[in-house]
């Protein structure tokens, strides 16, 4: 009978040059699929002649910052209204996340789980047909086309993750410390502002942060219950992407991304692994 040769078996030290293979692999198609939209984006922002099949632009310039920033353009007026509009809905959604966390973390509330999962119904729907009822609702009531009804949609829209991560940040400060307060004298109010509320305001920064960018991004609620009247930033690059003017699209884009980029970067000092452990909980 003819012998069976053994197969040769690589070397250690080729065996480790082979494991990183498949990771690098990986690694390329994950960060292409990432930088790789970015990439085009940028390119868009600057390309003054650009069609197919060249892959790159045929001229560069900035003559779309301009035309964008133009009296004409209408993009500062619209930064300026989502930026207004989203700063206006972190306070009304603050306003109300605060008591409704505190109230969560502390007392025990009956069905607490389930009031926790009611502001996610906003979120469990499709917002199509959530919005246009809320818009024909809101033009009986005079709110149609108003920057307060923008603005009440968007808390709407946000409350969930205001409300979900103050009482996880209420929740990771520890309920003895308060107690120490009222018993060195302090009243309810006092020990709430100077011992709980200090502690739980990297949470409470956190969950601002989340209800800014989600009114920053807003489209929906913001074309069905603001549009023609209040122009924000999602509706501009709405408008540009629909005409075919890519960019003046991609530079809009680019606006919207550069904050939400940067406030994720704030959102990872501020959320710590203890409040992260309790939302939800």
């Known amino acids: 009978m003819d012998k069976v ?8 030290h080729v065996a480790d040059k082979l494991w990183w293979l498949p990771r690098g692999i990986l690694l390329g198609l994950l960060a ?27 001229e560069y310039g900035f003559g779309s910052w301009q035309r964008v920033f133009s009296p004409r353009g209408n993009a500062v007026d ?13 306070c009304v959604a603050l306003a109300l996340a605060i008591p409704a966390g505190y109230a969560l973390a502390r007392l025990r509330l009956p069905l ?32 149609n086309g108003t920057v307060p009804g923008v603005v009440l949609v968007h808390v709407t829209h946000g409350l969930v993750y205001a409300v979900w991560i103050a009482t996880a940040a209420f929740s990771a400060v520890d309920a003895e410390l308060e107690q ?19 502690l739980a305001m990297p949470g409470l920064m956190a969950s601002a942060i989340f209800v800014f960018l ?3 991004d ?5 074309y069905f219950v603001g549009a023609p009247d209040v122009n924000l930033l ?37 959320l710590k692994a203890d409040v992260l452990a309790r939302v939800g909980h």
């Open 214 to 216: 989600e009114s920053l």
């Open 78 to 90: 619209s930064l300026t209204n989502s930026v207004v509009i989203a700063a206006l809905t972190v």
């Open 234 to 270: 999602p509706l501009l690059l709405y408008t540009a992407g629909a005409g075919g003017n890519y960019q003046v699209a991609s530079i809009t884009a680019l606006l919207l991304l550069i904050p939400s980029i940067g406030f994720m970067l704030v959102v990872e000092r501020f």
């Open 32 to 58: 292409f699929a990432i930088f790789g939209p970015l990439t085009n984006l940028l390119l868009w922002t600057v390309a003054e002649k650009w069609y197919f099949p060249h892959t790159l632009p045929l």
């Open 180 to 198: 120490a307060a009222r018993s060195m004298g302090a009243g309810p109010f006092r020990a709430f502002f100077d011992i709980t509320l200090p």
């Open 112 to 143: 607490r789980g389930l009031i926790l999962l009611a502001f996610l119904i906003p979120q469990a729907f499709p917002n199509l047909p959530v919005y246009v009822n809320v818009a024909r609702a809101f033009y009986e009531l005079g709110l």
């Open 5 to 12: 040769l053994p197969l040769p078996r690589l070397s250690p």
């Open 218 to 222: 807003e489209f929906t609620a913001s």
